[in-house]
């Protein structure tokens, strides 16, 4: 009995179970009944809102999840200086057609992309060629010179995962306006990366070509893109107005947001685990990307309240400015290289706040095998995709200094329903998905710690 007694205290953590089911099940079970996410979450979105870099909201997050680290006791609490790009929307995005024979003037529901130069007042009015995607622009050429161009490629609707449906329609977006003004093109029109037909614009990142004139680019709704597309097939000199406003103005600072619980064994080994805290500026950023960053401080915050001390070094990261342009995510691994760290993995979550069935990864062989042989210990949980590629952009940066990269792999099918529009907002995220994302996180973390990758 003494003996006991005795090795009990000499324990670091007296509430370690020797098993891993055991306090795996801990974790699941303390984040279901008294997790903190949601409730962060709603602060969030409620009370700061969307948060754009270089806007007061961005820089009222990175106060706020600083003081939330603080107050849960994590070892250090440190803002990482960033210069970030600051675009700026300004007034009210306007579509209109002018002239349809059939319906007269419609307006259609559009929001100009991110880091787009607007119109100004008094807007512009043009003729529209009407492509798919930027195979389709390549090929019209000439035809697009002087005129407005709509880019219509649709989102592959037979990709089970969404994301890659996603990936394989988002050129037109990103690249559009730099690949039709080099063709003479005056403005582009883009249709709404989502795969349901509903009128909601969805907003994103888009850049110049910066040897071309920055022509203004905004994203319709997909149903707005079908009604356009049937119009244009009856008229050829269909007209439209657009006005825009966005203007890109000078660099601001802003920073990272870490926490760091030290490793009682091994702190030079470090595990990153979190999300991006800047978002589009319409909605409330909930899915995209407060969800991964409440999660990330979540996986923090349930190693204190369980007593555990970690072995390896464990850092919530809020990372700032992936949507229009990953200087966090760069800088970030910048220092970390100059500094000399070793992350041996950065988790990050930033599919959603959705249920989650595994987890992406990119690494090498023996790291994603390592992965891949703890899938017993997430399959009581529904978790059992763990063989997906992939991991997360702002992590992205980390992949030359040898870390396995990892993203929770929530279910896909409802995020392009919100991604990057008015929708994205708190009420969206289900209390019960997203507690259930942040104790997978923190699930595997703890292997991550207790385990290792060798
Ligand atoms: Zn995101």
């Not at 303390?30 to 754009?52: D, F, V, W």
């Not at 119109?119 to 389709?136: P, S």
Request: hydrophobic letters at 35%; one cysteine or more.
């Amino acid at each position: 009995m003494k003996k006991i007694l005795l090795s009990l205290i000499l324990l670091p953590n007296l509430v370690w179970s020797q098993s891993h089911e055991e306090n795996i099940k801990l974790i699941f079970d303390t984040e279901l009944s008294n997790g903190h996410t949601y409730e962060n979450l709603r602060y969030l979105c409620k009370e700061i809102g969307n948060r754009i870099s270089g806007s007061p909201q961005a820089a009222a997050a990175v106060e706020y999840t600083k003081q939330l680290m603080e107050s849960y006791g994590f070892d250090t609490v440190y803002l990482q200086p960033v210069m970030v790009p600051k675009w700026v929307r300004g007034k009210k995005d306007e579509v209109k057609v002018l002239n349809s024979d059939k319906l007269g003037s419609v307006e259609l529901s559009a929001l100009a992309l991110g880091n787009t130069e607007g119109t100004g007042t008094g807007g512009l009015v043009g003729e529209v060629v009407e492509v798919k995607g930027l195979d389709g622009l390549k090929a019209a050429g000439d035809l697009v010179k002087g005129k407005i161009v709509f880019l219509n490629g649709p989102m592959d609707p037979t990709l089970v995962n969404t994301f890659q449906a996603y990936s394989g329609a988002v050129g037109q977006r990103g690249s559009g306006a730099a690949e039709a003004a080099k063709l003479g093109a005056k403005a582009v029109l883009v249709r709404s990366m989502s795969n349901r037909i509903d009128d909601i614009p969805h907003t994103g990142n888009q850049r110049y070509n910066p040897d071309y004139p920055k022509i203004p680019a905004l994203a319709i709704s997909t149903q707005d893109s079908e009604l356009l597309s049937s119009l244009l097939k009856d008229q050829k000199d269909l007209k439209v107005y657009l006005e825009s406003h966005g203007k890109m103005h000078e660099e601001v600072l802003s920073y990272n947001v870490i926490g760091e619980i030290r490793g009682s064994e091994r702190p030079d080994e470090i595990i990153a685990v979190g999300g991006h805290l800047d978002s589009w500026d319409v909605g409330e950023g909930a899915h995209d990307d407060g969800a991964g960053c409440m999660q990330g401080i979540e996986v923090l915050r349930l190693y204190r309240e369980l007593g555990w001390k970690p072995k390896r070094t464990l850092r919530a990261v809020m990372w700032m400015n992936e949507e229009n342009g990953l200087r966090g995510g760069t800088e970030y691994a910048r220092v970390a290289k100059e500094k000399g760290e070793n992350h041996i993995a950065a988790i990050e979550s930033d599919s959603g706040g959705f249920l989650p069935i595994g987890f992406s990864s990119t690494g090498t062989d023996k790291q994603r095998q390592k992965l891949q042989s703890w899938k017993s210990y997430f399959t009581p949980y529904n978790i059992w995709k763990l063989d997906v590629p992939g991991g997360g952009a702002d992590i992205g940066p980390l992949r030359d200094q040898g870390p396995l990269l990892v993203g929770l792999h929530p279910d896909s099918q409802r995020y392009f329903m919100y991604h990057h529009t008015a929708a994205d907002v708190f009420e969206a995220v289900d209390q019960r998905e997203l507690e259930l994302g942040a104790a997978a996180m923190t699930a595997l973390v703890y292997l991550l710690d207790r385990e290792g990758l060798e």
